[in-house]
Each structure stands twice: as structure tokens, then as C-alpha cells.
């Protein structure tokens, strides 16, 4: 059990939930990753596009974003419905209406049901979607694509309205960046239709591939005439389908994260580096031991950690999602490194967390602009011997996780609050981590 004492915390009473952390031991066991978000999100939607039953297994059910796709799905008339551990998804030429602003406002796949309204040749208003505040989450692509599909669509200040419309018969589009949203967004509007769409740039991330085997499971005509560029011709509708959901590497880098940064060993089940590949790479220069091993990976810290330069990037590239993570290896090496971040303006408010434990990062302007044509940053990250246990804030969901792992690497207590933006991610960090021998729980007031 966790003991609350350490010289560094404040004498104030937390008054919400928080993760109380004893950190400074190597962590060591075997773990199974859940089924991830970023897939199950959007798999969640894509399900909905047939009006007949779909059963998604390996959805994280407890991850609070899900309950709230959920229910915008089944208030916009789906039928979503837990039955044990699937979910059961069927939709329905009502998919449309005016969303819940504050369900919509919390999470940033409420976009993604604009792709499923023009699915269902329905209208939809949209007020504007959240997710986690780290930069401008613009959406100028989804919309000008959905345009170019032929659905009416307007923007104003309060959110973004498609009017019931047809799509046109043959368009090409080009993103100028590979958006994650809005590629799914393009496949939702376009699987039923009798259109034939050429998308390029698109997004490839394992996540948007899952969710294509998904469609294309469902019946949907989708194929890759080029490594980033799609074809999607339009079938009259999609059918059932039993369909798993791929495990959550950016769990996978967490964990790993905090093995290197406590020093320790884990094995992790359902695992694989293949679809890791760029932040794999980084990690065994820097001198973990990473290992592919049958359904896993095998992890493993046997000698001082080395600085080592990323510049997050698109798939393959670095992932945006996992630098928070990488911070906290490289706060815990030797030297010197550089961190880009590319993709997001706003992503390195969780680096003043850190430094609260004794790590010594500098944020400052990188000279360039990100994919959003927003200020980029860059972080300078020197490494420490030594961090102490303190209170800390999840400032988001990577962020937070960072946060957690850099405190189960430090001597003493820590307490981290704002949990709800750890949890959105994460359903299960207090066991995954009690599993490798952490001293962690939550607090409930
Ligand atoms: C639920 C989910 O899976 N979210 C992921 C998804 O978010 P999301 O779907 O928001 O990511 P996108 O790939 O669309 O956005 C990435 C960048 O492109 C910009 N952009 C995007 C759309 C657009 O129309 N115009 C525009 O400028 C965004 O502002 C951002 O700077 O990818 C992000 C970047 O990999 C991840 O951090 C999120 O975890
Ligand atoms: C940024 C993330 O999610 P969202 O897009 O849902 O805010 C994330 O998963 O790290």
C-alpha cells in the first residue's frame, strides 16, 4: 500500500480524485495491453454505419470518451449497446440532429459524426469538438473535404452544420496534411454511396488501418493505390461483422516509458514493435533493450540511458501522441536532447510538471511551424540523477500519463489530480502498473 509522506508535497487536502504514487522502485512483470482508443473511437462510428448488427470486441469500455461517443451515437439515432465485454452497434438512416454541446464539446471524435451523418445522407449541427487542449485542433480540412464530396456543409462560431445532401459521383482530394479525422471522416461519408473517391495524403496510422479492415469487413470497397493514397469506391450498403479491436500501443510506449525511466524489466502481451517502429528505434539507441517476442515485447533497462534528438512526424514518423513519454526516458538520461514537436503547438504544458520533480527542461519557440501553421516547439530536455516526489497535474491525457510514469521513477510521494484527463486514455493505469509491481492507487473523495 502506497504511504503518504515525502518532504515535497504540499499540506493542502486534495479535494477530487488522485493518484497517490511511492516511486523510486524498478518496476518488473508481465502485463496485456487493452484495446485502443484512437482505433476503438472511430471503429465505434464505422460500426454505425450499417444498419445491421455489428460486435466490436477489445473496446476499452471503461475509458469515459467511449460512454460519451456512445451516447451521442444513440442520442443521433444508433443503437449502441454494452452487452458483457462487446458492444453491439447498429445504425440507422436517423444518424443526424443537433449533438449535446457539452458531450461534443469534451471529445474530439464527435467530429467523426459528420462523416457518419453524410453516411446516412442525414444533417447534422456539430457544435464545436473537443479533446485535450494541446494547440489549435483545427478542422478546415474535414470540412473543405466534405465540400468536396458534395455535401452542403457551413461552419460558424458555435460548430459546424452538414445539411442534408449527395454526394457528387467521381472527386479526387488531396489533403495537404494527413489528417487522422479527417481521412476517417472521408471514408465515413464515402463507403455507401455510388461514388468512387481517390484520397491522397492520407492518414496510415495503424489506427485509420484498423478501422478500414473494420469497413471493408462491413463490405465497404476500400484499397491503397499507393502507399498514402486510397480508393474508395462506394458500395449501396454495408453489412454485419464481428470485429477485434488492435491493442493500444501508446499504452505499449507507456509502459515501456516507465520501465526505462524506473530501471526496470516487463513483459508486454498483445503486443508488437512493428507498428512502433520509429519510437522503437529511438528508444534502443538510447540504449534500452526492446525485444519482438511471441504475442509481445520484451523490455528492458540494463545500462544508463543516452540523449537522443526526436522531431515528432505523421505516421511512420515519431508519433505526437507518444512524445510526452519520450520525455520522460530522456529526463532520465544522460546529456542533452532536443524534442520537436511538429504535429501540435500546444503539447509540452505537461514539461512544467515535470520540472517540478527536479527534471530541467526548457520549452521554447522552435523556429518553424507546425502542420496546423502555428508556432512549433521545441523542448530541451537535460538529464537529471535524481527526481523527488511532489503534487503534480495531468494537463492531458499523454501529458498526464508522463506525469504518472515520471513519478513512479521518483524518490517519495507523489499526487496527481485532474485524473479525468489521464482517464480519458487510460482505464486502467492503477492496475497495468500495480501489475508491474508499482506502488499506485487511486484516491476517491
Ligand atoms: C482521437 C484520436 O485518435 N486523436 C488523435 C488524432 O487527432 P486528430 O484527428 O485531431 O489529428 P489530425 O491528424 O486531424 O490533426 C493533426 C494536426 O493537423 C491539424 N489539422 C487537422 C485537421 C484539419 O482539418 N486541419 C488541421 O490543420 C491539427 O490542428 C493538428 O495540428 O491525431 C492526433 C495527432 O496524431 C493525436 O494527437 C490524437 O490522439
Ligand atoms: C490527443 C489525444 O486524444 P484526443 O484526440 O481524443 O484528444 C490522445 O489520444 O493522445
Known amino acids: 500500500?502506497?504511504?503518504?509522506?515525502?518532504?515535497?508535497?504540499?499540506?493542502?487536502?486534495?479535494?477530487?480524485?488522485?493518484?497517490?504514487?511511492?516511486?523510486?522502485?524498478?518496476?518488473?512483470?508481465?502485463?496485456?495491453?487493452?484495446?485502443?482508443?484512437?482505433?476503438?473511437?472511430?471503429?465505434?462510428?464505422?460500426?454505425?454505419?450499417?444498419?445491421?448488427?455489428?460486435?466490436?470486441?477489445?473496446?476499452?469500455?471503461?475509458?469515459?470518451?467511449?460512454?460519451?461517443?456512445?451516447?451521442?451515437?444513440?442520442?443521433?439515432?444508433a443503437n449502441v449497446e454494452i452487452k458483457g465485454d462487446e458492444l453491439h452497434c447498429k445504425g440507422s438512416a436517423w444518424m443526424g440532429g443537433t449533438l449535446n454541446a457539452e458531450l461534443a464539446g469534451k471529445i474530439r471524435h464527435s467530429l467523426l459524426l459528420l462523416g457518419a451523418a453524410a453516411h446516412w445522407r442525414s444533417s447534422l449541427f456539430l457544435p464545436l469538438p473537443g479533446g485535450c487542449n494541446i494547440g489549435s485542433r483545427k478542422h478546415d480540412m474535414h470540412v473543405s473535404a466534405l465540400q468536396e464530396l458534395g455535401f452542403a456543409m457551413e461552419e460558424s462560431e458555435l460548430g459546424l452544420h452538414l445539411r442534408e445532401s449527395q454526394p457528387k459521383e467521381r472527386t479526387v482530394i488531396t489533403f495537404p496534411y494527413p489528417t487522422f479525422g479527417g481521412t476517417l471522416n472521408v471514408l465515413f461519408a464515402s463507403v455507401r454511396s455510388n461514388a468512387v473517391v481517390e484520397l491522397h495524403n492520407a492518414a496510415r496510422n495503424p489506427e485509420v488501418l484498423d478501422v478500414i479492415k473494420l469497413l471493408n469487413d462491413m463490405g465497404a470497397s476500400i484499397e491503397w493505390l499507393s502507399s498514402n493514397s486510397l480508393q474508395i469506391t462506394g458500395v449501396e450498403r454495408?453489412?454485419?461483422?464481428?470485429?477485434?479491436?488492435?491493442?493500444?500501443?501508446?499504452?505499449?510506449?507507456?509502459?515501456?516509458?516507465?520501465?526505462?525511466?524506473?530501471?526496470g524489466s516487463a513483459t508486454i502481451r498483445n503486443a508488437t514493435t512493428r507498428i512502433l517502429e520509429s519510437e522503437v528505434a529511438v528508444w534502443r539507441q538510447a540504449g534500452l533493450k526492446i525485444e519482438e517476442i511471441?504475442?509481445?515485447?520484451?523490455?528492458?533497462?540494463?545500462?544508463?540511458?543516452?540523449?537522443?534528438?526526436?522531431?515528432?512526424?505523421?505516421?511512420?514518423?515519431?508519433?505526437?501522441?507518444?512524445?510526452?513519454?519520450?520525455?520522460?526516458?530522456?529526463?532520465?538520461?544522460?546529456?542533452?536532447?532536443?524534442?520537436?514537436?511538429?504535429?501540435?503547438?500546444?503539447?509540452?504544458?505537461?514539461?512544467?510538471?515535470?520540472?517540478?520533480?527536479?527534471?530541467?527542461?526548457?520549452?521554447?519557440?522552435?523556429?518553424?511551424?507546425?502542420?496546423?501553421?502555428?508556432?512549433?516547439?521545441?523542448?530541451?530536455?537535460?538529464?537529471?540523477?535524481?527526481?523527488?516526489?511532489?503534487?503534480?497535474?495531468?494537463?492531458?491525457i499523454r501529458g498526464g500519463a508522463a506525469v504518472a510514469v515520471a513519478a513512479l521513477a521518483a524518490v517519495g510521494t507523489s499526487r496527481i489530480t485532474n485524473l479525468y484527463q489521464l482517464e480519458r486514455g487510460y482505464g486502467n493505469f492503477t492496475e497495468i502498473f500495480t501489475a508491474l509491481g508499482a506502488q499506485i492507487m487511486k484516491v476517491n473523495h
Open 238 to 263: 454495408l453489412h454485419r461483422a464481428d470485429f477485434t479491436v488492435m491493442s493500444d500501443r501508446i499504452i505499449a510506449s507507456t509502459i515501456i516509458s516507465a520501465v526505462g525511466a524506473t530501471k
Open 1 to 77: 500500500m502506497v504511504q503518504a509522506h515525502s518532504r515535497a508535497l504540499g499540506t493542502k487536502r486534495i479535494s477530487e480524485p488522485y493518484l497517490l504514487i511511492e516511486g523510486g522502485y524498478p518496476l518488473s512483470g508481465e502485463v496485456s495491453l487493452p484495446g485502443a482508443k484512437n482505433s476503438a473511437l472511430p471503429a465505434i462510428v464505422a460500426a454505425c454505419l450499417s444498419d445491421e448488427e455489428v460486435v466490436l470486441h477489445n473496446v476499452p469500455l471503461e475509458l469515459n470518451d467511449v460512454a460519451k461517443l456512445i451516447k451521442l451515437l444513440n442520442d443521433s439515432g
Open 294 to 396: 511471441d504475442n509481445g515485447i520484451y523490455v528492458e533497462w540494463n545500462r544508463p540511458l543516452e540523449a537522443v534528438n526526436v522531431t515528432t512526424a505523421a505516421y511512420p514518423g515519431f508519433h505526437t501522441d507518444i512524445q510526452p513519454l519520450h520525455t520522460v526516458l530522456m529526463m532520465n538520461a544522460s546529456g542533452t536532447s532536443e524534442l520537436k514537436e511538429t504535429i501540435l503547438d500546444g503539447r509540452f504544458s505537461y514539461c512544467y510538471e515535470l520540472n517540478k520533480l527536479g527534471a530541467n527542461i526548457e520549452v521554447k519557440d522552435g523556429g518553424f511551424l507546425c502542420v496546423n501553421g502555428a508556432a512549433g516547439q521545441t523542448a530541451v530536455i537535460h538529464g537529471v540523477d535524481e527526481l523527488y516526489g511532489t503534487d503534480l497535474v495531468a494537463t492531458d
